[in-house]
């Protein structure tokens, strides 16, 4: 992976890193006094924050792989 | 108990001995080997000592205190702004690195003086560090004072217990510096993450596993499973002001900053970053067990009595005493990193001879723990809200920080005035003479985005000036 690429997804890496934030933000996650659908009996704002946590995870991991070193 | 409990003390104590001799002897001689370890730190040693400093008592008894009384919006909280600070690691931290060794580094209020060229950016680094971290420090020192009054009642006081952790920290890191810190916290990180678990699954098993459990504290009281909790606590503007203080600690705080500097190299750096995100998933997730299964059976006990029923009396006796000697750990390897990162702030606004320095250094270390004892003893018992104004408090130097770290001219001073007049307001408003809500805006929030704002004019105001000459710089440094 050249020098280029690797900027490009290194930049949409830092965006979604950014947007999978906002949306933990968001009603989609925690919908005030909602706590169906559930999974595995877990509450749904549980779920999807631990989901989105697990996505940080991997973004990170990713990140340091095609993070350019100046 | 109290038999097994010396036996496991003993262990841990005696293998604290071992690291800061072993410290000792292979210590680099100045300042630059008692105060950074020699700043040649790799990914493993450097996951655990990041991940023993900044997981503490806050996490280990204020955690499960704050799932039992807010619900499940305390993962949020806590561990997506985890994830978040983790991400900036590797974005931001990179950064941080290159700044430090093109400048030279001595410390973040040594590091900010030469990034602005003026000693007002040290001091209000040091200054923002020492107000907000010494009651930090406190928190600590006072989560376990309190929990070994409940655990053990009657049988040495309070004060007792504080003074006791503040010895044994004082004695280990005056001896071997940094380098015992960081050994100890390898064995300390271990060391929580196994207790935490052991107690976490036993409180998880006693329920009758996940589904279970939730389905019995849906039966307690059904706004702990959802957003914004039973006491409203969990809002838009609550999480988003959290993750800003959390997620700029790593810039914010000396003990985590220098633990960022110090790594070897920049794929120490990355590597410890991932270790440090799955390590924080590990455990945050235990304390979510415990806080549960406290909502379900001590719904309305005070924090104290809950932590020593869930955490001591209703396990075995080895499993307790493991946790006792956990949090013990836990509490003294982020106040020891805390206090130590001090008298290094300190030693770097001063100039002269190094082996003075490094006396001074010693000498403030001392005092600074002594301050956070006497803190101790009259601070409250909210950990998390405790911890979280700290981390707040010192999230308002990040767009100074930023500013400095991002630009190759010094940034507008005015910066370092708005910085300082913010922080006053914000102290203002902990001590109630200044409203926390600016309309419906929080004021940490509202302080936040004006100096975020002012760091972007301030840094533009200096871009368009031509850079100074080598010979210039080192002539304003001198001035300073």
């Not at chain 2, 008592?57 to 983790?86: C, E, K, N």
């Not at chain 2, 838009?236 to 810039?251: E, K, N």
């Amino acid at each position: 992976m050249d020098a280029k690429q690797k900027k490009r997804y290194w930049d949409l890496i830092r965006i979604a890193a950014v947007l999978v934030t906002a949306l933990c933000l968001s009603p989609l996650v925690i919908p005030p006094n909602t706590y169906t659908p559930t999974l595995a009996g877990m509450p749904y704002s549980l779920w999807t924050s631990l989901l989105v946590c697990v996505v940080l995870l991997l973004l990170t991991y990713l990140g340091t792989l095609v993070m350019p070193e100046e | 108990m109290i038999q097994t409990l010396l036996i496991v003390g003993i262990i841990y104590v005696a293998a604290l001995v071992f690291f800061s001799l072993r410290a000792r002897k292979t210590a680099v001689q100045g300042s630059k080997g008692y105060l950074f370890a020699g700043a040649n730190l790799g990914a493993v040693l450097g996951l655990f000592t990041f991940a023993a400093t900044l997981f503490s008592t806050f996490t280990l008894l204020g955690m499960p205190d704050f799932f039992r009384q807010h619900g499940i919006g305390a993962w949020i909280f806590l561990a997506v702004a985890d994830m978040m600070m983790v991400f900036g690691i590797i974005w931001v931290g990179h950064q941080l690195r290159k700044k430090a060794q093109q400048k030279g580094f001595n410390g973040m209020a040594g590091l900010m003086s030469h990034c602005f060229r003026s000693p007002l950016a040290g001091y209000i680094t040091f200054g923002g560090a020492f107000i907000f971290l010494i009651p930090y420090v406190a928190i600590q020192i006072r989560g376990v004072a309190i929990f070994f009054d409940g655990a053990f009642p009657h049988t040495l006081p309070i004060w007792a217990w504080a003074l006791i952790m503040v010895g044994v920290m004082l004695l280990y890191s005056e001896t071997g510096g940094l380098k015992a810190i960081i050994y100890s916290d390898t064995l300390q990180g271990i060391l929580l993450l196994l207790a935490i678990w052991l107690i976490g699954a036993n409180c998880l098993g006693e329920l009758g596993g996940l589904e279970a459990m939730f389905q019995e504290v849906g039966k307690v009281n059904e706004a702990l499973l959802s957003t914004p909790g039973p006491k409203g606590l969990f809002t838009f503007q609550f999480f988003l002001a959290t993750f800003i203080a959390i997620g700029t600690i790593p810039y914010t705080q000396p003990q985590v900053s220098t633990r960022l500097i110090i790594m070897k190299d920049q794929r120490a750096l990355k590597r410890m970053a991932v270790g440090m995100g799955a390590f924080a998933i590990l455990v945050i997730l235990p304390t979510l067990f415990v806080g549960m299964y406290g909502a379900v059976l001590y719904p309305d006990l005070s924090t104290q009595d809950f932590l020593s029923k869930a955490l001591v009396q209703d396990q075995p006796q080895l499993l307790a005493a493991v946790v006792i000697i956990g949090l013990f750990a836990a509490a003294i390897s982020t106040a020891d990193s805390q206090i130590f990162a001090l008298g290094s702030e300190l030693r770097s606004l001063l100039k002269g001879e190094d082996r003075r320095l490094l006396t001074v250094a010693k000498v403030a270390i001392f005092i600074f723990a002594m301050l956070a004892y006497i803190f101790s003893l009259f601070s409250s018992d909210e950990l998390v809200m405790l911890a979280r104004t700290s981390f707040a408090g010192t999230s308002l130097m990040a767009p100074m920080i930023f500013a400095a770290i991002y630009t190759s001219s010094p940034p507008a001073r005015w910066l370092l005035w708005a910085t300082l007049v913010a922080q006053l307001l914000f102290i203002g408003s902990l001590l109630g003479w200044v409203p926390n809500h600016l309309g419906a805006l929080r004021l940490d929030l509202a302080l936040f985005t004006a100096l975020a704002a002012i760091a972007v004019l301030a840094s533009r105001a200096q871009s368009g000036k031509q850079q100074d000459t080598p010979a210039q710089v080192q002539k304003a440094e001198e001035a300073d």
